[in-house]
């Protein structure tokens, strides 16, 4: 299974992600997760990604898109793969399309988590008082700054999926398992289709 997980900042792509993994035994590719490794590490691509991330705005395409296309090649994505925080604009959008048709893959679904922006802006105040600023972009200006990226450029790749009849939309505002059993309906649908 080949997924997309669609969504604001805060929607719960990454806990609905880890549901999908233990339920799936498919990998969770985190781009987010990824940046934040290369941060940690201290490679070059770490170390020019985190003022850009601390800024709440975006790594270059250029940059995302070869990260993917390695990350893609790797054994453990062969079985199928759940793209979080990925695509983000629609160049690397296209880019993916490019990447996947040249291996001979299709995606099962596009899943957009749909969250109004206050209650958003509330649930990462909350996040950022939880982990005490583990990240150092879950702060409320950067995230003002990140929810207004979202819209300007990546709102767009859900109409680009939405175009190619591929999107799907699941109510982000229930708890975590209302969100689950929704995201799983889908899947259902569409692996049955
Ligand atoms: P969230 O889900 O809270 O938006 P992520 O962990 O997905 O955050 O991403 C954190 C930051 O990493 C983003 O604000 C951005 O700077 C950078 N980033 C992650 N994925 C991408 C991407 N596909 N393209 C560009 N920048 C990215």
Known sequence: MRLILLGPPGAGKGT???????????????????????VAAGTGVGVRAKAIMDRGELVSDDVM??????????????????????????????????????????????????????????????RAKETGGARADDTVETLTKRLSVYHVQTAPVAEYYRQKGMLKSVDGMGTMEQVGAAVENLLSAATEA
Do not use: W
Not at 25 to 34: A, D, E, H, K, P
Not at 66 to 87: C, H, T, V
């Open 16 to 38: 609905q992600a880890q549901r999908l993994v233990a339920k799936h035994g498919i990998v969770q590719l985190s781009t987010g997760n990824m940046l934040r490794a290369s």
């Open 65 to 126: 898109i070869e990260i993917i296309a390695d990350r893609l090649d790797k054994p453990d994505a062969a079985k199928g793969f759940i793209l979080d925080g990925f695509p983000r604009t629609v160049a690397q959008a296209e880019a993916l399309s490019a990447l996947l048709a040249r291996r001979g893959l299709k995606l099962d679904a596009v899943i957009e988590i749909a969250v109004d922006d206050n209650i958003l802006t509330d649930r990462i105040v909350g």
